[in-house]
């Protein structure tokens, strides 16, 4: 099946360092989002991408579609304690109706 | 509005029993699905749906049943648990297939 790399698979940052993690595929997709997931939780959406080079921010977070239309890119700019939780991307491959999930990103950040 | 909504939220099965999991949205949503998540896995695709009695299988189906009679509901059915669906299980719901998903706050499953 179709596969998603997302890395890292965690990482460990001090307050107010900037944070990036991405996503790659062996498909094109047409669309990309990312989710946080807090412990007992279900994931929430952060940020949604609908079109090739699409840059997109919420707050600190920016999340651009890759011009190929195989990658994914998240950043958090001046990272805050409440930043910890495990970040996915789920993409959309071009003509599914099923959604794959990456392996996730666990964030801590030490303050 | 309740959101997506899920029950139970905690289950103990021994193998071999049957359980329906709950899943219901008050949004009038079309597109629904059912993931599980384990550890280090991610969340992966059971099944889905794009509307009432229509559905279709995910990324890992096999124990799995699933019908949609409403739009508000989509339950997940295990006919014969075994250990290996031990696992939390997220229902989400979108307006359409390319629009946001919202995702219930699971059901944490232990199969004996």
């Known amino acids: 099946g179709q596969q998603l790399n997302q890395s890292p698979q965690s990482m460990f940052i001090q307050e107010g360092e900037d944070v990036s993690m991405n996503c790659t595929s062996s498909s094109i997709f047409n669309t990309w989002l990312w989710y946080k997931q807090e412990p007992g939780e279900g994931p929430v959406l952060l940020i949604a991408?609908?079109?090739?080079?699409e840059l997109t921010s919420n707050g600190r977070l920016t999340a651009q579609f890759g011009i190929t239309r195989k990658d994914s890119f998240l950043n958090i700019s001046a990272s805050i304690p409440s930043d910890v939780g495990i970040y996915f991307c789920?993409?959309?491959?071009?003509?599914?109706?099923?959604?794959?999930f990456g392996t996730g990103t666990r964030l801590k950040v030490l303050a | 509005n309740a959101g997506v909504t899920q029950t139970p939220k905690f289950q103990v099965l021994k193998t071999g029993q049957s359980m329906t999991l709950q899943c219901a949205q008050d949004m009038n949503h079309e597109y629904m699905s059912w993931y599980r998540q384990d550890p280090g896995m991610g969340l992966r695709l059971i099944h889905y749906?794009?509307?009432?009695?229509?559905?279709d299988q995910g990324e890992v189906p096999n124990g799995y049943n699933v019908s949609r009679s409403t739009t508000e509901d989509f339950p997940l059915r295990l006919l014969s648990a075994a250990p290996s669906q031990t696992s939390v299980y997220f229902c989400a719901s979108s307006y359409g297939l390319q629009e946001t998903q919202y995702f219930g706050p699971g059901t944490r499953l232990l199969v004996l």
């Open positions: 749906s794009v509307g009432a009695g229509i559905t």
């Open positions: 789920a993409g959309l491959p071009a003509g599914t109706y099923k959604y794959i």
């Open positions: 991408l609908y079109k090739a080079g």
